[in-house]
């Protein structure tokens, strides 16, 4: 268990309060932060985020900061390993109620998943980034590792709620209204199922006990062959701008020889960087740069606004998609909806009413592509899997209360 903090504050909690663990990516004033990276050694929070000034204020319990992947980067690019959450294995764990984290490239709700946990990832706006190391920014949110959803939307009501130290923050009291609005057709609630993603994932769990109390509504979901690459370009793109602050010069890491400025530079974020951080880095400014901007960047921006009117959320209230699995390319694409048009989403891992025995009926008749078994997962074209028939809901913007009534819904 200790494995999973890089600072463990071992303090007791008392029977029956809320306990949190923060990715390390978050802010506490006094505390070191590294956002999983060497080039932020030694640097220590001068403030607290918004996010865990709110915490303290309800009384939860915050248990230390946990281990993560360099930046978040991890999921972006293929890797042998699939990525790292210390705040996963610390819930999964029991070592907190909950955990706080930033999961812009759907690695965190993939392992949340696998571990048997929920992940919430918040309409953007909704949750404060204050205090959170920026990854890419216009994807950047804070989501709650849980063991149950109501444990999480419990915890999602305390730190959720206006900010003006955020720019990007959604106005005062629409939470609210779309509250009182969800709760008066929870039981009228229909399902998108999209059919080309369900035939590219074979045995995926995107139906069976998830959607077999609700109506269901058959689509395609336009420019999904594409989602992933859409995502490494502007991953890359943020990640790039944002990564030039660590210089050795500001703060953290400095390389310890060097001649002039410039190979204090070279030296600092060579010696200190991961290779992931590296190559999105370098991409990075390739795209931007005045040859590429239109060819690449411009154009996946295009994309990204296509992606999200194609939705047809007048149709279905929610999109049930398989949770990422193992194939690099096909993980990224499938947990990429949330985050390019800012929709919250639910995770349910398999067991949990989202899973579908393998070779189930789909709904509107037919039968799942392969029509095989499925242990441990759903094959992929590739080779990849997904987390035990894990399936992700995804609502409208500022819709998050309905993520809830779907899955008491599902356990009826």
């Not at 978050?26 to 999983?36: D, E, F, H, L, N």
């Not at 701008?241 to 070279?266: C, I, M, P, Q, W």
């Not at 991961?274 to 390739?286: F, N, W």
């Not at 048009?341 to 799942?368: E, K, N, Q, V």
């Given at each position: 268990?200790?494995?999973?903090?890089?600072?463990?504050?071992?303090?007791?909690?008392?029977?029956?309060?809320?306990?949190?663990?923060?990715?390390?990516?978050?802010?506490?004033?006094?505390?070191?932060?590294?956002?999983?990276?060497?080039?932020?050694?030694?640097?220590?929070?001068?403030?607290?985020?918004?996010?865990?000034?709110?915490?303290?204020?309800?009384?939860?319990?915050?248990?230390?900061?946990?281990?993560?992947?360099?930046?978040?980067?991890?999921?972006?690019?293929?890797?042998?390993?699939?990525?790292?959450?210390?705040?996963?294995?610390?819930?999964?764990?029991?070592?907190?109620?909950?955990?706080?984290?930033?999961?812009?490239?759907?690695?965190?709700?993939?392992?949340?998943?696998?571990?048997?946990?929920?992940?919430?990832?918040?309409?953007?706006?909704?949750?404060?980034?204050?205090?959170?190391?920026?990854?890419?920014?216009?994807?950047?949110?804070?989501?709650?590792?849980?063991?149950?959803?109501?444990?999480?939307?419990?915890?999602?009501?305390?730190?959720?709620?206006?900010?003006?130290?955020?720019?990007?923050?959604?106005?005062?009291?629409?939470?609210?209204?779309?509250?009182?609005?969800?709760?008066?057709?929870?039981?009228?609630?229909?399902?998108?199922?999209?059919?080309?993603?369900?035939?590219?994932?074979?045995?995926?769990?995107?139906?069976?006990?998830?959607?077999?109390?609700?109506?269901?509504?058959?689509?395609?979901?336009?420019?999904?062959?594409?989602?992933?690459?859409?995502?490494?370009?502007?991953?890359?793109?943020?990640?790039?701008?944002?990564?030039?602050?660590?210089?050795?010069?500001?703060?953290?890491?400095?390389?310890?020889?060097?001649?002039?400025?410039?190979?204090?530079?070279?030296?600092?974020?060579?010696?200190?960087?991961?290779?992931?951080?590296?190559?999105?880095?370098?991409?990075?400014?390739?795209?931007?740069?005045?040859?590429?901007?239109?060819?690449?960047?411009?154009?996946?921006?295009?994309?990204?606004?296509?992606?999200?009117?194609?939705?047809?959320?007048?149709?279905?209230?929610?999109?049930?998609?398989?949770?990422?699995?193992a194939d690099p390319v096909t993980r990224l694409a499938l947990g990429a909806l949330p985050q390019l048009c800012g929709l919250p989403a639910l995770t349910i891992p398999s067991g949990a009413g989202g899973a579908m025995p393998g070779g189930g009926a789909m709904p509107g008749g037919g039968t799942m592509p392969g029509g095989g078994t499925m242990p441990g997962g759903g094959t992929t074209p590739g080779g990849g899997t997904t987390p035990g028939g894990a399936v992700t809901l995804i609502a409208n913007a500022g819709n998050d209360t309905l993520l809830l009534a779907a899955m008491k819904a599902v356990r009826q």
């Amino acid at each position: 268990m200790t494995d999973c903090f890089i600072t463990n504050y071992n303090v007791e909690c008392p029977p029956g309060a809320l306990s949190a663990v923060l990715e390390d990516s978050i802010m506490q004033k006094g505390r070191p932060v590294t956002a999983g990276s060497k080039i932020l050694e030694n640097f220590v929070s001068p403030l607290d985020a918004t996010v865990v000034t709110r915490l303290g204020e309800a009384g939860v319990i915050i248990h230390g900061k946990a281990k993560m992947d360099e930046f978040g980067i991890s999921g972006l690019f293929p890797d042998a390993d699939g990525g790292f959450s210390g705040a996963v294995s610390a819930v999964a764990g029991g070592a907190a109620s909950f955990a706080l984290c930033n999961d812009y490239t759907g690695t965190v709700r993939r392992l949340a998943a696998g571990h048997g946990l929920y992940y919430i990832h918040p309409t953007y706006g909704s949750v404060s980034r204050y205090g959170l190391i920026p990854a890419a920014p216009s994807m950047d949110q804070i989501g709650v590792v849980c063991k149950t959803p109501e444990e999480g939307f419990r915890a999602l009501s305390v730190i959720a709620g206006y900010d003006p130290k955020d720019g990007a923050m959604l106005e005062s009291g629409k939470r609210k209204e779309e509250s009182e609005k969800i709760e008066a057709r929870s039981e009228k609630i229909r399902i998108g199922v999209p059919v080309n993603v369900i035939s590219r994932i074979a045995g995926s769990g995107t139906a069976g006990e998830v959607v077999k109390n609700f109506e269901t509504v058959s689509f395609e979901l336009r420019h999904f062959n594409i989602y992933a690459q859409v995502m490494q370009i502007l991953c890359c793109a943020e990640l790039s701008s944002n990564l030039t602050r660590y210089d050795g010069v500001k703060f953290g890491y400095r390389a310890g020889e060097f001649r002039d400025l410039h190979e204090l530079y070279v030296k600092s974020r060579t010696e200190a960087m991961g290779p992931d951080a590296k190559l999105a880095s370098i991409l990075g400014a390739m795209i931007l740069s005045q040859d590429y901007y239109e060819k690449y960047y411009d154009k996946a921006m295009r994309i990204r606004r296509l992606i999200k009117e194609s939705l047809e959320f007048d149709k279905y209230d929610l999109i049930a998609m398989p949770a990422p699995g193992a194939d690099p390319v096909t993980r990224l694409a499938l947990g990429a909806l949330p985050q390019l048009c800012g929709l919250p989403a639910l995770t349910i891992p398999s067991g949990a009413g989202g899973a579908m025995p393998g070779g189930g009926a789909m709904p509107g008749g037919g039968t799942m592509p392969g029509g095989g078994t499925m242990p441990g997962g759903g094959t992929t074209p590739g080779g990849g899997t997904t987390p035990g028939g894990a399936v992700t809901l995804i609502a409208n913007a500022g819709n998050d209360t309905l993520l809830l009534a779907a899955m008491k819904a599902v356990r009826q």
